[in-house]
Nanobody
């Protein structure tokens, strides 16, 4: 059984910063890609940033240069540092991970989501 738990959301003014964290726990053998998605009201869920187990990253064009994704493989965590936040970044942010569990079963897991609101 695997669980992803996010933390770090909240209310921030435009131009401000937030750091989201996500911790995976359970009978984990390995974690491949880890990703952050977001979903704004009335919109489809979109990929924000991704990082492979080797540390390769990619970002949505809308967040390039403002957001940084990182991970700690020893702790099974992934973080998203969000700077220069804009009102259009307001959304529920979801952690996602491709995990192989013990016994060897591969699955795609999601966190419960954390709200980020950018408003003055």
């Amino acid at each position: 059984q695997v669980e992803l738990v996010e933390s770090g959301g909240g209310l921030v003014q435009p131009g401000g910063s937030l750091r989201l964290s996500c911790a995976a726990s359970g009978t984990i053998f390995s974690i491949n890609a880890m990703r952050w998605y977001r979903q704004a009201p009335g919109k489809q869920r979109e990929l924000v940033a991704a990082i492979t187990s080797g540390g390769n990253t990619n970002y949505a064009d809308s967040v390039k240069g403002r957001f940084t994704i990182s991970r700690d493989n020893a702790k099974n965590t992934v973080s998203l540092q969000m700077n220069s936040l804009k009102p259009e970044d307001t959304a529920v942010y979801y952690c996602n991970a491709q995990i192989t569990t013990i016994p060897m079963r591969y699955g795609n897991y999601w966190g419960q989501g954390t709200q980020v609101t950018v408003s003055s």
